[in-house]
């Protein structure tokens, strides 16, 4: 315990139990995310993107921890908006044991661990990259390389949540870059590492860049904390990736 922790004790975001920003009572209550294609978000063995749901540029598999629901819409925001780093090393180590305990940590032999790209405005304006730290946590715990500078992202800091739907996809096709070239012949893999997916359009934005790049052949696959229910499950309203 540093002396920080004496000052300025740390509780939990959700029960405000003193000891963690997110006490293990609370990540209980987590619902796991089950396995599926997420394209038509239906069952799919391995998380992995059903044949028929794919196009050139679509990611091969795209792991997703929880669902994303009110108890943990409200860590969320608590996460995004100031407590990022703070909460950082607990949320990482709960999405850890996630992986473990699903078989998916298997297909991460000989990948590239890069973490969703912001620009720099955005940066400026947030102080940090959540993903950034996420990513590379991510990275040591399973042993993995991992880089920042794989893609960057340009453009403004206006927020997604403001724009149509139309003029958000738009944004994110053309937003990414390759910032810089990286010999990627060793990987077998590069996956990419979010908080929150929603419609995966970002993220596809993202492997479409890297495709047009490195070449077709390259498996892109994603790692995700949080995603929504399936809108024909339920009426929840999805929040927007940032
Ligand atoms: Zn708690
Ligand atoms: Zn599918």
Known sequence: MNLLDIVFPKSCVICK???????RRCHKLFKRELPECYVCRRLSNGYRTHEECRDRYSMDSVFVAWEY???TSDLLKKYKYGYAYDMSEVLCKFFTESIRSSSYWKMLKDTLVINMPISSSRL?????????????????????DFSDSLVGKSGGSEHQALKDKEERREISTNSFYIRKEIDI?????????????????????????????????????AMCMFRGKPVYYSS???VSSC
């Open 185 to 221: 012949s060793k990987y077998r893999s590069i996956t990419i590492v979010d908080d929150v997916i929603t419609t995966g359009s970002t993220l596809n934005a993202i492997a479409k860049k890297i495709r047009l790049h490195y070449g077709d052949s390259i498996s892109i696959n």
């Open 69 to 71: 629901n009110s108890l």
């Open 124 to 144: 400026k304006e947030r102080g940090f990259n959540q993903t950034y730290d996420l990513a590379k946590r991510i990275s040591i715990e399973f042993n993995l």
């Open 17 to 23: 139990r003193k000891g963690e920003y997110l006490c």
């Open 236 to 238: 929840d309203s999805e």
